[in-house]
């Protein structure tokens, strides 16, 4: 079965409902597609201490404001899936679920949206997908040798799973802090980053991240000196589960080991760790293979773009895949303004 459209959004979590908030502004007939069962997006399937970076009134989708978290400063991810589940319900955003997007094709005219469930045609496409669903894990060697457990931030949930354990966890930025904090007390840990790690200020969140990635977006678009934007800050917001494991005296890092054996890691001194498991948080790419058919990924699988809207074909436009689609796209914050400059471009796309 076919069905029409103006525009499909590829994507229901906190992008694609952005997306709808401001396509129902521009008054277009869209559809949101979403691979998931129930709303919510990433956020459904995150670790359970998983905590926002800003108040919740600072981590807000357009048109309305996350409530506060009762006895929560910063709001955790199921706060987020609710808030998330409602605004879907109160903008009456048209989601369909789940419905997989098997590939975007092109007949010349009309994009051609093919999923499990039938094909959309549509005269824009919005692929808000994001980077959850593509983990990203680094050719260190030895890793097909080792016999303990491996897994990757998309996969970890509590520490009681790892309870009395030797654990490893690889990454220097915020899933990796975070994560190390939640174990350090039930297991034995070793926290494994690139370089030594890079604190913000305690009093720095993601206001001030937001902040940042705007005004670097702002310079280079200016043709200004690159400001750096958030990485100039540092790599870890001490959200306060970070904090207090830091302050405790928890969070010693370790330099990143040379190889992976049987049983655990060997260091550039030459000695080796035993190691139950290691936990990769290192990272996602973004989740593009539904717009492979187009023909435009480049260097490194990402689209060219300007803004949001892909360079060479101006019906697409990508959202929330991180500051080369819009300055802090990739956070609730940050989504907003991008989402609606792709919404008015689309708008005057199809008026002509």
Same mark, same amino acid.
């Given at each position: 079965m076919t069905q029409h459209t103006d525009v499909v959004v590829i994507?229901?979590?906190?992008a694609g409902l952005a997306a709808g908030y401001h396509l129902r502004r521009q008054s277009l007939d869209f559809v949101i597609l979403d691979a998931q069962a129930t709303p919510g997006g990433a956020w459904q399937h995150t670790w359970n201490s998983l905590r926002l970076f800003s108040p919740a009134a600072f981590s807000s989708l357009p048109g309305r404001l996350m409530p506060g978290q009762s006895g929560e400063e910063y709001p955790d991810a199921g706060h987020v899936v609710t808030y998330l589940r409602d605004y879907e319900k109160r903008y009456e955003l048209p989601v369909r679920r789940p419905v997989r997007v098997v590939g975007v094709h092109d007949d010349g005219r009309l994009l051609h949206v093919e999923t499990d469930?039938?094909?959309?045609?549509?005269?824009?496409?919005?692929?808000?997908?994001?980077?959850?669903?593509?983990?990203?894990?680094?050719?260190?060697?030895? !890793?097909? &040798?080792?016999? $303990?457990?491996?897994?990757?931030?998309?996969?970890?949930r509590r520490p009681q799973d790892f309870a009395g354990s030797r654990v490893i966890v690889v990454g220097g930025g915020n899933s990796g802090a975070q994560i190390a904090a939640d174990l350090a007390h039930d297991t034995?840990?070793?926290?494994?980053?690139?370089?030594?790690?890079?604190?913000?200020a305690d009093n720095i969140d993601g206001r001030a991240l937001f902040d940042?990635?705007?005004?670097?977006?702002?310079?280079l678009d200016e043709g200004r000196t690159d400001t750096g934007g958030v990485a100039s800050l540092g790599d870890i917001v001490a959200v306060p589960p970070v904090r207090a494991a830091r302050d405790a005296g928890l969070l010693t890092a370790a330099p990143m080991f040379? !190889?992976? &054996?049987?049983? $655990?890691?060997?260091?550039?001194?030459?000695?080796?760790?035993?190691?139950?498991?290691?936990?990769?948080?290192?990272?996602?790419r973004p989740a593009l293979s539904h717009l492979a058919p187009l023909g435009l990924r480049g260097r490194r699988g990402h689209i060219a773009t300007e803004g949001t809207r892909s360079v060479q074909d101006p019906r697409l436009h990508l959202l929330g895949y991180g500051d080369w689609t819009g300055p802090a796209s990739a956070t609730l914050i940050g989504v907003g303004r991008p989402a609606r400059e792709a919404a008015r471009q689309i708008a005057e796309l199809l008026s002509r």
């Open positions: 994507g229901g979590g906190q469930s039938g094909t959309w045609q549509a005269r824009a496409v919005i692929s808000a997908t994001g980077t959850w669903w593509r983990p990203f894990l680094p050719a260190v060697p030895g !890793r097909g &040798d080792f016999e $303990g457990r491996q897994l990757h931030t998309v996969q970890y034995e840990l070793i926290w494994v980053t690139q370089r030594p790690p890079r604190y913000l940042a990635a705007t005004a670097r977006r702002r310079a040379t !190889r992976l &054996d049987t049983h $655990g890691v060997r260091w550039a001194d030459g000695t080796r760790t035993d190691a139950d498991a290691v936990i990769w948080c290192t990272g996602f």
